[in-house]
T-cell receptor, first 115, second 113 residues
Framework: DGGITQSPKYLFRKEGQNVTLSCEQNLNHDAMYWYRQDPGQGLRLIYYSQIVNDFQKGDIAEGYSVSREKKESFPLTVTSAQKNPTAFYLC??????????????FGQGTRLTVV | GQQLNQSPQSMFIQEGEDVSMNCTSSSIFNTWLWYKQEPGEGPVLLIALYKAGELTSNGRLTAQFGITRKDSFLNISASIPSDVGIYFCAGQPKKAGNTPLVFGKGTRLSVIA
C-alpha cells in the first residue's frame, strides 16, 4: 500500500542524547516536511525539503537536523541542543508545487518523550 | 512564521447538531485545505479547495474557499460521535517560489451522544 511510514510510534530518550526519527514514503512525492505538535499549539514546521539533497529551515529548526539523500526518506534528528524535545512529531509529504500538488499527506506520528 | 486564525478553539455539541468552524488570514491564499486528526494519529485530509468561491462537499462535510481568498469555513451536518477530533485548516500562501502550508491551531470537537 502507498503511504507515509513513521517509526517508531513511541520513543523514549534520555536527556543529552541525540535521537533520529524515521520517515519513509512510497508515494513518489518530491516534497517532505517535519512538524512538531504540542497541546494547543497546532502544527509547527521544523524543516522541509522540496527536492532530494536540498532542505530548508522552518519556523522552529533550532536543535534539529535533517537529511534528504533519497527521495523516499527524510529522517529527523533531535539533538541534545533541543531544550524541550518532548512532543508529537509528524512527517508529511506532497507531490511538490512544481508538479501542481500542494496537499500534504501525513504519517501516523512519533511521540517522543525525554526521561 | 505566518499563522491562520482558526475558530472556535473548541466546541461541545449534541449528536445530530450541525457544526461550523472557520479560518481567516490577513493575506491571500492560493489553496485551502481541511484536515481531521484523531488522538495519537496524523491528520487526514478531508477537503481541498483551489478557487475563490469554490464550495465542495465530502459526505456530511462542506467547505468553502472565501471570495476574498483570505478565509475558509468547514461545516459538518448532523454530527455523530465519530466526528470527534481536532479539525485543522491549512493554506498555501500566495507567494513567489515554493512555500509550505500554513496551519491553524485547530478546533477541538466533542460530540455528546
Amino acid at each position: 500500500d502507498g503511504g507515509i511510514t513513521q517509526s517508531p510510534k513511541y520513543l523514549f530518550r534520555k536527556e543529552g542524547q541525540n535521537v533520529t526519527l524515521s520517515c519513509e514514503q512510497n508515494l513518489n512525492h518530491d516534497a517532505m516536511y517535519w512538524y512538531r505538535q504540542d497541546p494547543g499549539q497546532g502544527l509547527r514546521l521544523i524543516y522541509y525539503s522540496q527536492i532530494v539533497n536540498d532542505f530548508q529551515k522552518g519556523d522552529i529548526a533550532e536543535g534539529y537536523s535533517v537529511s534528504r539523500e533519497k527521495k523516499e526518506s527524510f529522517p529527523l534528528t533531535v539533538t541534545s541542543a533541543q531544550k524541550n524535545p518532548t512532543a508529537f512529531y509528524l512527517c508529511a509529504s506532497s507531490i511538490g508545487q512544481g508538479r501542481g500538488g500542494t496537499e500534504a499527506f501525513f504519517g501516523q506520528g512519533t511521540r517522543l518523550t525525554v526521561v | 512564521g505566518q499563522q491562520l486564525n482558526q475558530s472556535p478553539q473548541s466546541m461541545f455539541i449534541q449528536e445530530g447538531e450541525d457544526v461550523s468552524m472557520n479560518c481567516t488570514s490577513s493575506s491571500i491564499f492560493n489553496t485551502w485545505l481541511w484536515y481531521k486528526q484523531e488522538p495519537g494519529e496524523g491528520p487526514v485530509l478531508l477537503i481541498a479547495l483551489y478557487k475563490a468561491g469554490e464550495l465542495t462537499s465530502n459526505g456530511r462535510l462542506t467547505a468553502q474557499f472565501g471570495i476574498t481568498r483570505k478565509d475558509s469555513f468547514l461545516n459538518i451536518s448532523a454530527s455523530i460521535p465519530s466526528d470527534v477530533g481536532i479539525y485543522f485548516c491549512a493554506g498555501q500562501p500566495k507567494k513567489a517560489g515554493n512555500t509550505p502550508l500554513v496551519f491553524g491551531k485547530g478546533t477541538r470537537l466533542s460530540v455528546i451522544a
